[in-house]
């Protein structure tokens, strides 16, 4: 086993490697960039060496500096965890050159999977099963129509060196086949420089089912059972579960060997996945080989009992894998949800900021949290922006969902906004407790899952209220303890009136709507700051009211009527300098965020980032498409611009009906946060 391993990766993939090694007794060299100083892998490693700026491109992807940081540090070996240069086979023999172990597959198994068609022309050798189709070297669009009648319609045309969906097109009929044949090649070589296609019959709502396989170099290769990633967003993963939900016994054999038949193929050695699409059927179809650990590998862990960091770091280091096929099994049902910093309100654009408060569940027995963040941490623009991930496991897959319901209760956090409420309501539609999953669930349950900027509701801000009552209590003691005469009538925070009962209006924005709750009290002689007694009027309606503040993180026991719960009301400065006001008890999971109303509160279009005339870009990025031309007519909701920022594109819309005055950006263009991108003169202007 390695002495020492360095971790080329960040975030929560770097401290999961560093937590198995430090298991093993391996010690860890870490790596971070400028924006990584203080980050929490960082603080869990034996030793850590900077690596350069925040961006990427001059970090974590710079083979080199990670060669030279394992070659100053003695690190025998390199973890290249996922993403970043883990399936970059130059850099895996860039380490074998410099005598260091890639602790991954050998660089021809890598590249062997790099290409599409040549991927599909290895599995048909190795008789796993494709999808009827054509993936061959002429091109000529008289031959791939006739092949698109062969297969039969509906057909797919995927560019061969696409992935991700990037470069798919569906075609229903053979009149529009030639059409979509010369789109698809001319978007392959605009995003791949390699105008190559396959077609292939097109299956409907298909499921995303891989296979975990591990082989040694002992000539061992075996199959940690399937997990099914059919719940996607937009080619991204969003929930996956182990075992696959509906799979039989006899299908798991079939796609288990078929998955090892692959990596034999291509000589694997290490940690991969086979990815297959089945068909409602159950048929299954060789999709793409990922030959690195992937993101939601805990799932199989779970269901197995299994480390897969410790195997990668044992046969990385010429050991048999400690277990055989006959020894694995499965046990229960787990699910991985990924917590992400996005904001559902616009569009799923990642939302980057300061984790003002971060509580994660508790790992336990049926709970685990991988994460590479703390409260405090920044999410910012230069990397993924993945908050956590969240694993349950239970006997079954209903005991396992309730878990995960539990779980996603137990999750806040202010200071991003998150996709906890899309998680949640997934977690809880029926569809998907019946295990009806396919890669359309979110598409066609839209409606139901996808939330919508709602207003509070009453409870919220009842809460919210007392909560604001309760900080006045603090900041009014801190007040009088400063003061030369802390007794005076000046520090009361009872809503003292010289012609009348006690009373105070709190004015609260939430969605479009303003709501005034009063706040009406008995004199009361003492200054309390930890308990508030009063009656809330709000919407017309009363309700006696109180709160006893429990701990610091503010928490408070609250009474509305005759209802008694915890709530948890977390206050923060928004980017705009605006209060916000995060309310989490027993209701929507994620929150409920109110903004408080004062004088000086700014637009929320400025917040927005739209003001003036024009639109800005939201984070820093490069621009990739300019949709539109100067002085061209657009209507509201328009793509005007497309971004790519974060390894996603976005696509910037227009604001509303209006003209395109000027472009200030071309394709190509890095921008800054906040730059101007375009002059926009609104239709009503
Ligand atoms: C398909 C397909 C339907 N029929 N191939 C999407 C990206 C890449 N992983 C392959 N993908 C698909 N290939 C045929 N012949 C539907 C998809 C697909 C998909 C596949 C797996 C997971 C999510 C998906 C989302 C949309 C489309």
Redesign the pocket.
């Known amino acids: 086993m390695f002495g020492k391993i360095l971790v080329a990766n960040r975030g929560e993939i770097a401290c999961r490697v560093i937590r198995t090694a430090r298991r093993l007794g391996v010690r860890t060299v870490a790596v971070y960039s400028d924006a990584d100083r203080h980050a929490r892998h960082v603080a869990m490693a034996d030793e850590a060496v900077h690596i350069g700026p925040a961006p990427a491109r001059e970090s974590y992807l710079v083979a080199e500096k990670l060669i030279e940081a394992a070659r100053t540090t003695g690190a025998e070996a390199i973890h290249p965890g996922y993403g970043f240069l883990s399936e970059n086979a130059a850099f895996a023999e860039a380490c074998a050159a410099a005598g260091i172990v890639f602790i991954g597959p050998p660089p021809a198994a890598i590249r062997a999977m790099g290409s599409k068609s040549e991927a599909k022309k290895l599995m048909e050798a190795a008789r796993v099963p494709l ?1 009827p ?1 054509y993936h061959g070297d002429d091109q000529s669009p008289a031959l791939l129509a006739r092949e698109a009648e062969r297969i039969g319609y509906p057909v ?1 045309i ?1 560019a061969s060196a ?4 990037k470069g ?1 097109r ?1 075609v229903e009929t053979p009149a529009k086949f030639a059409e979509s044949l010369a789109g698809a090649q001319r978007e392959a070589k605009a995003a791949f420089a390699d105008d190559h296609v396959l077609v ?5 709502r ?3 089912i891989e296979v975990q396989v591990f082989a040694d170099t002992h000539g061992t290769c075996l199959y940690l059972f399937e997990r099914d ?2 719940i ?1 967003r937009r ?1 991204q993963k969003v929930i996956e579960e182990a075992p696959a939900p509906g799979m039989t016994a006899e299908r798991r054999k079939a796609m288990g060997e078929a998955a090892v038949s692959a990596a034999r193929a291509i000589g694997y050695v290490g940690a991969g996945t086979v ?1 297959f ?1 089945a068909d409602p059927s159950g048929a299954f ?1 060789f ?2 080989m990922n030959t690195r650990l992937q993101v939601e590998h805990p799932v199989t862990e779970m269901i197995t009992g299994q480390d897969l960091v410790e195997w990668q770091l044992r046969v990385a280091a010429g050991e048999r894998m400690p277990l055989t096929q006959e020894e694995l099994a499965i046990k229960g049902h787990a699910f991985e949800v990924r917590l992400y910093a996005e904001d559902p309100s616009r569009n799923f654009l990642p939302s980057v900021g300061r984790l003002v408060h971060l509580a994660l569940p508790r790992d336990r027995l049926h709970v685990r949290v991988d994460t590479g963040v703390r409260s405090g941490d920044s999410v910012t623009p230069y990397y993924d922006p993945m908050i956590a991930k969240i694993i349950v496991h239970d006997q079954d897959r209903a005991a396992a969902l309730r878990r995960l319901r539990q779980a996603l209760r137990e999750t806040e956090v202010v200071g991003v906004r998150t996709n906890t409420a899309l998680l949640a309501r997934i977690a809880e539609h029926p569809a998907f407790a019946a295990g009806e999953v396919d ?2 669930f979110i598409e066609r349950h839209r409606a139901e899952v996808i939330p919508r900027a709602e207003a509070a509701d009453e409870r919220a801000l009842a809460l919210a209220t007392l909560a604001r009552l309760l900080e006045w209590r603090q900041e009014a003691q801190a007040r009088a303890a400063q003061s030369p005469d802390p007794a005076s009538p000046w520090h009361r925070v009872d809503g003292w009136r010289l012609n009348g009962a006690g009373h105070d209006d709190i004015r609260w924005k939430s969605g479009e709507r303003e709501v005034i709750v009063t706040a009406r009290y008995q004199p009361a002689d003492a200054l309390d700051t930890d308990t508030v007694d009063c009656r809330l009027e709000l919407d017309g309606t009363q309700m006696d009211a109180s709160a006893v503040r429990e701990g610091t993180d503010g928490s408070f026991r609250a009474t509305l009527g005759t209802t008694v719960m915890l709530a948890r009301v977390i206050a923060s400065t928004a980017s705009d300098g605006g209060r916000d006001y995060v309310v989490f008890a027993g209701g929507a999971p994620g929150g409920q965020t109110l903004r408080l109303v004062d004088q000086r509160d700014v637009s929320a279009a400025e917040a927005a980032g739209v003001h003036g005339g024009g639109l800005t870009a939201p984070m820093p990025g490069k621009i990739i498409d300019v949709k539109v031309r100067d002085g061209e007519t657009v209507s509201r909701g328009q793509p005007v611009i497309v971004l790519e920022a974060m390894k996603m594109e976005h696509t910037l819309l227009a604001p509303a009906d209006g003209t395109v005055k000027k472009t200030l950006y071309a394709a190509g263009d890095q921008v800054p946060e906040g730059a101007d991108l375009v002059e926009f003169e609104p239709a009503e202007a």
């Open positions: 999808v189709g797919l995927k696409g992935g991700g969906g798919m569906v292939e019959k097109y299956l409907t298909p499921r995303h990633c059919s996607q080619h990815e699409i179809y999709m793409e890669t359309g």
